[in-house]
């Protein structure tokens, strides 16, 4: 959040765009980029390699740039305090969804070892935090899920669906 508070909203969503970028140049010119390289690193999956890290590095390093010089100038004009403000809770909510994927992970690792969620150890159930990330996990593996059985995620659609499947007894 502080950081989001530091930067600024323009220059946190441009920074987000940034990756998408990433994703993008990857699905475009990976293929290409790395049949190019084979002659010139000597093996398929060097080139592979090469290839991915030369297109993520220009490609985040030029988002970077632009959210940088595009951030800087919203935070000097008339809307920089609006700017600050809104990457606060922009960062707010980015801290949010990390710290409960590690929540995610650190609860996958002790229910396999421990024997399921009932079976949490006190130290972590009984943490101020608890509530608020078993809950935000919770959303974000039932999002995932939904995305994945091609299901409706939001609107009127999504919350019948989940009625219908509590009702059913898949919700358990």
């Known amino acids: 959040a502080l950081l989001g508070l530091k930067r600024g909203f323009v220059t946190e969503v441009l920074s ?17 980029l790395a049949a190019k ?8 999956s060097g080139a592979a390699v090469a290839a991915f890290a030369i297109i993520v590095g220009v490609t985040y390093l030029g988002g970077k740039m632009v959210a940088n010089a595009i951030g800087a100038r919203t935070r000097t004009s008339v809307l920089g305090p609006v700017d600050r403000a809104l990457g606060f809770g922009f960062g707010a909510l980015k801290g949010l969804i990390l710290a409960s994927l ?3 992970l650190v609860a ?4 396999t070892v421990g024997g399921g969620p009932s079976r949490r150890p006190v130290w972590m159930t009984q943490s101020r935090t608890y509530p608020l990330l078993n809950a935000t996990s919770a959303g974000i593996a039932d999002f995932v899920d939904r995305r994945r059985r091609g299901l409706p995620v939001f609107g009127s659609r999504a919350a019948q669906t989940s009625d219908d499947a509590t009702r059913n007894g898949a919700g358990e």
């Open 108 to 111: 996958l690792v002790v229910d």
């Open 37 to 44: 390289l084979t002659g010139v690193v000597g093996t398929v």
């Open 102 to 104: 590690g929540f995610l």
């Open 16 to 32: 987000l765009f940034a990756w998408v970028a990433i994703v993008a140049a990857l699905k475009l010119f990976h293929i290409a």
